[in-house]
């Protein structure tokens, strides 16, 4: 009791195969089509950390990671935030664990009704109803493709990227240069660029966890549990930025709103 453990579920065509700490333990024969099998549930006395998908198929998504054309000539997969019930059989929900945000004093809001997504295809964008408001908590769970050489995390309006949207908040992470550039797009417009940072926290293919918060007055920028950059808002009203949009060289296993 107490320790901690890495549970891998494989799923073959005949059955699912159970590893516990990279050790095989159980073997379960298919009982229905697995075609119908559309969640995931967890109960009983378990602290989750982290839950993964990965498609032994394609692990790194080739051409996902690669250079993404500059034209609107890919796709764009977008999820509705719908609304769930974190109580309601078949639904995983995981509270936040991590320990950057929210800081001492901080005053936790309701929790989300907007949906946590897993594994989203990239370029992506996550419709955020009602707009961004202060108190917001965005996790984000990943890692930079092996051949990393730019991702960007908008805060933006719409979910299109052509043509090119008002965007509160850029996070532009460059591998080519060690920088995380923060700034805002108005009108077709790049406005001042900022660009000090304290470290550069991010590898190629190495998991990293984000926290971005959204107070009255800035975004807050968490890596890994510790605080990493702000951003002053430079436009509002807040609500009028409705859309994540995530695009480039990352693998995103998981998106969840508190």
Not at 92 to 114: F, H, M
Not at 132 to 148: D, F
Not at 180 to 203: C, K, L, S, T
Not at 213 to 241: N, S, T, W
Request: glycine share 6%; charged share 20%.
């Amino acid at each position: 009791m107490g320790h901690e453990f890495k549970l891998m579920i494989l799923v073959e065509n005949t059955s699912y195969r159970i590893a516990v700490n990279s050790q095989h333990c159980w073997e379960f024969v298919h009982r229905i089509p697995i075609e119908r099998v559309s969640n995931i549930y967890i109960e009983g006395s378990v602290e989750i950390e982290r839950i993964e998908f990965v498609d032994k198929l394609n692990p790194y998504q080739p051409g996902i990671c690669g250079m993404l054309p500059d034209q609107p000539d890919y796709k764009v997969f977008i999820t509705p935030g719908i609304p769930t019930n974190p109580s309601y059989p078949g639904t995983c929900y995981i509270p936040p664990t991590d320990p950057g945000y929210p800081q001492p004093g901080y005053i936790q809001p309701e929790v989300s009704n907007l949906a946590p997504v897993f594994n989203p295809t990239i370029p992506y964008a996550y419709p955020i109803y009602g707009g961004l408001k202060p108190g917001m908590l965005i996790y984000i769970s990943g890692r930079p493709c092996a051949s990393a050489y730019k991702f960007a995390i908008n805060f933006q309006e719409g979910t299109n990227p052509y043509p090119p949207p008002d965007i509160a908040f850029h996070l532009g992470v460059r591998f080519y240069s060690n920088q995380v550039v923060r700034n805002a797009r108005i009108n077709d417009g790049w406005e001042h660029e900022e660009n000090m940072i304290p470290h550069f926290p991010f590898q190629p293919a190495v998991n990293f966890d984000m926290i971005i918060r959204v107070d009255h007055d800035r975004f807050m920028v968490a890596i890994d549990g510790q605080h990493f950059v702000e951003f002053a808002h430079r436009h509002f009203p807040l609500d009028r930025f409705d859309t994540l949009y995530i695009e480039n060289d990352i693998v995103v296993s998981s998106i969840r709103f508190a």
